[in-house]
């Protein structure tokens, strides 16, 4: 039974990180001086669209599936990034050469409505374009991550698409922050969260799989952000003789599982150590790491 605290985020300490250059609206800024106004509305409303990039070996990492995701959920809610893919790329690939920075990286990439003339709600009052930001950090996984992580299933939901539509990577992350507290009260490191109609859906922050007698199980994708990371290991399956299923399933589902594991961009595979403190048959078990191993494989080929 682990002790202390584990996150899908946990990363190696790097005192390089204290001196990072920030790209903001154009401009490379030390990191302390790296800020925003307080009338943006990113920060009044969370209004706004971020993607998580990984660079590997000074190449990004499926950037364009991580750029037609976040085109398609800036053009959703009617923000005008103000650059196209070329600039962003430039953007991107200039902020790192500010930071020497080539493999092991971590970029977060955010776009704000812009700052407003009042610090209300309507998207009208964001009159002088976007605010686009990036955050990149030297981050390479911790260990600890591969002795897997503790989740618990949390009251808090994902929720239907005509209330905050999950797909949408906003920056309005107030529900996912509410299912981690929840999961933290439970003596787990990330939470569980169960869709609309009960069935298992996401963690706060990760793609859900479980493995049940060789088959692959995760949800439909109708409540959760559909993760680039998630849909590449759902490909590998399929191309490997490894049944997959997106389906409805439930807890009794998970808890008959043998194996468990998350994925997202930073960590890419990350196995599940136990789920509402009862411990998984196996931890980083074989099909898990298989698919780690094909996940892996599949980013030297993308990078080449």
């Known amino acids: 039974m682990q002790n202390e605290k584990t996150t899908t985020h946990d990363a190696e300490h790097d005192p390089r990180n204290d001196d990072i250059l920030i790209w903001v609206n154009g401009e ?8 925003v106004s307080v009338y943006d509305s990113g920060f009044l ?19 364009d599936d991580h750029l037609d995701r976040l085109f398609a959920a800036c053009r959703t809610v009617g923000i ?17 050469a500010a930071n020497a920075m080539t493999d092991n990286v971590h970029a977060r990439l955010m776009i704000t ?9 309507h998207p009208s009052l964001s009159r002088s374009g976007p605010t686009v930001v990036i955050i990149m950090e030297h981050s390479k996984p911790a260990p600890v991550i591969r002795a897997g992580v503790r989740l618990a299933t949390v009251p808090q939901v994902r929720g239907l698409p005509m209330s905050q539509d999950p797909k ?7 529900n996912c922050v509410i299912a981690c507290l929840q999961a933290e009260e439970a003596g787990a490191d990330e939470g569980l ?45 399929r191309a490997n003789a490894i049944p997959v299923y997106e389906r409805n399933f439930s ?28 411990p998984m048959p196996a931890v980083d078990g074989p099909v898990t790491q298989r698919l780690r191993g094909l996940y892996e494989d599949l980013v030297e080929r993308a990078c080449t």
Not at 80 to 88: E, S
Not at 169 to 174: A, I
Not at 199 to 220: D, L, P, Q
């Open 28 to 35: 490379l800024r030390p990191r302390a001086e790296a800020t």
């Open 45 to 63: 409303l969370g209004d706004g669209m971020w993607e998580g990039l990984r660079l590997h070996r000074g190449k990004w990492v499926f950037l």
């Open 80 to 96: 005008d990034i103000g650059m196209d893919r070329a600039g962003i790329l430039a953007a991107l690939n200039g902020t790192a």
């Open 113 to 121: 409505r812009g700052v407003k003339v009042k610090p209300f709600q």
């Open 168 to 174: 949408l990577n906003s920056h309005s992350k107030l």
């Open 193 to 237: 969260m169960l869709d609309p109609h009960g069935f298992v859906n996401t963690t706060n922050a990760c793609n859900f799989f479980v493995v049940r007698k060789g088959e692959v199980w995760t949800s439909t994708g109708d409540y959760c952000m559909n993760g680039i990371t998630r849909a590449k290991v759902i490909d590998l399956c």
């Open 251 to 278: 807890l009794v589902d998970v808890h008959a599982a043998q194996e468990a594991f998350l994925t997202g961009t930073f960590a890419g595979l990350t196995p599940v150590a136990e789920i509402d403190r009862k």
